[in-house]
């Protein structure tokens, strides 16, 4: 017997029902679209698997103890504490019946619907590897980053008790994998740790003496750059003191290292294979679509593409099931701009931000019986830290194309960041930490737990 839906706000006693509109996620596609939709006639019941939204794009200064994770996380409830006709669960989502338009949770709770926005963005992808997990954990939530935090600072900690050379180089020894945005601002993170913060600090391994391996498969870092923002970024990496291995193919990681072979390049030495002793590995080479993705297929004939993602129409909503929508990392969306060819939609927060937004409007011109929007993606540009005083930014706007790299650029991606973080105090909070750290070069986030749970840890002996 299947249980019956969650009522939406009983309190709001109406003479004729209001439309009701689940989200499922609340990312930065889910949040914007709550937030377009919270000042309209609906009710709007939003569920998500955590109690807090995530500012993403600093979780690694979590993950490397730049800073503590209320910093660049809000209580979902508390964001719509004042919107009475926004419900929030915590819940995970199991199924979507689509016959009874019923979102079903783990729990057994099943919320219905009139309208459907899906935003629960992405997971990792070890490309089939799923075994390397525990030995390279990805970074996506405050768990990975608390993870890896307590991975990073451990394994200072067990250089400095290790007699043996070989394997005190081993703890010593990071490697990251992936040279997109993440896997870049890691490694350049890492290196800074190493070289100022933990100075003075230990007694009998010298912190600085760490190296710090960034590992990508292609022929240059930070793929969505232009190639000469590249060539900075890698530059800058190296100036830090982070050794990169380009054309370097990860093809093996256990709890004591990994398998690397090296591309052969026309002209080049042949293809090669070698061993790097690491006690310390970090994922940050791939992505994959939510699950999810794979059951709304099959319950809505929608298709998929290599990567999982469900393939939506342009207004973001799926064949044949107009009051469903998808956005974010889940969606294989495209750009319609007017007058030129759709153009695949990068998987990047202001595009979830923009998506969330149309799929918004769209539910409130479907309601008043309006013709639906086709997604516009508006590329302002990219921008990524690499360390202290270095950052690239690629920037698109009403007054032209401007690359630069450097000081100027670290500021600006600094103060880009603060302005999107969600709350006034986070804001302030953030820029308190980074000043404070700027000036000192210290890392005061240091907190680790379960150091003597060597079940929690596959890397300890």
């Not at 006709?85 to 783990?106: C, F, H, S």
């Not at 800058?236 to 003191?241: D, E, I, M, R, T």
Request: proline share 7%.
């Amino acid at each position: 017997m299947r249980p019956a839906p969650i009522s939406h706000n009983p309190g709001m006693a109406t003479s004729t029902p209001l439309p009701r509109i689940v989200i499922v996620g609340c990312g930065f596609g889910g949040l914007e679209a709550a937030r377009t939709l919270q000042d309209a006639r609906v009710e709007i019941t939003v569920v998500e698997r955590t109690n807090h939204h995530l500012f993403q794009p600093l979780l690694y200064q979590v993950a490397t103890a730049g800073l503590s994770a209320p910093a660049i996380a809000a209580p979902v409830r508390h964001l719509f504490r004042n919107r009475l006709n926004v419900t929030t669960l915590l819940g995970e989502v199991a199924a979507i019946d689509v016959q009874a338009r019923q979102v079903l949770l783990d729990d057994g709770a099943a919320i219905g619907y009139d309208h459907l926005i899906v935003a629960v963005g992405a997971t990792h992808s070890y490309f089939g590897h799923e075994n390397w997990a525990p030995f390279a954990p990805g970074l996506k939530t405050l768990d990975d980053a608390f993870e890896i935090r307590r991975r990073i600072l451990l394994a200072f900690e067990a250089a400095e008790k290790e007699p043996d050379p070989a394997q005190r180089d081993a703890w010593l020894t990071f490697a990251v994998i992936g040279g997109g945005p993440t896997g870049v601002e890691m490694a350049g993170t890492l290196a800074e740790i190493a070289r100022h913060t933990l100075a003075g600090e230990f007694r009998r391994i010298d912190p600085a003496s760490a190296k710090i391996l960034l590992i990508e498969g292609t022929g240059r870092v930070l793929q969505a750059m232009p190639a000469d923002l590249s060539q900075r970024a890698c530059e800058q990496l190296q100036k830090l003191g982070v050794e990169v291995r380009l054309d370097s193919r990860v093809t093996a990681i256990d709890s004591t290292g990994l398998e690397v072979v090296t591309s052969a390049a026309p002209g080049s030495e042949p293809a090669a294979s070698y061993r790097i002793e690491s006690r310390c590995v970090i994922w940050a080479a791939g992505v994959a679509a939510s699950p999810l993705g794979r059951q709304l297929a099959q319950s809505t004939g929608a298709q998929l593409d290599r990567a999982g993602r469900v393939l939506v129409q342009p207004d973001l909503s799926l064949p044949g099931h107009p009051e469903i929508s998808v956005i974010g990392d889940l969606a294989a969306a495209s750009s319609h701009a007017p007058g030129r060819q759709p153009l695949p939609v990068p998987g990047v927060s202001p595009a979830a931000k923009q998506m969330g937004r149309t799929a918004a409007d769209n539910i409130l011109h479907r309601l008043a019986g309006q013709p639906t929007l086709a997604f516009r993606y508006r590329d302002y540009g990219n921008l990524a830290t690499i360390g202290r005083n270095a950052a690239v930014v690629d920037l698109t706007s009403p007054l032209g194309h401007f690359k630069f790299s450097g000081h100027f650029a670290w500021l600006f991606w600094l103060f880009t960041h603060i302005y999107f973080l969600i709350g006034f105090r986070n804001r302030v909070v953030v820029l308190m930490d980074w000043a404070s750290a700027y000036l000192s070069k210290q890392r005061y986030a240091r907190v680790v737990t379960d150091i003597a749970a060597p079940a929690k840890n596959p890397l300890r002996k």
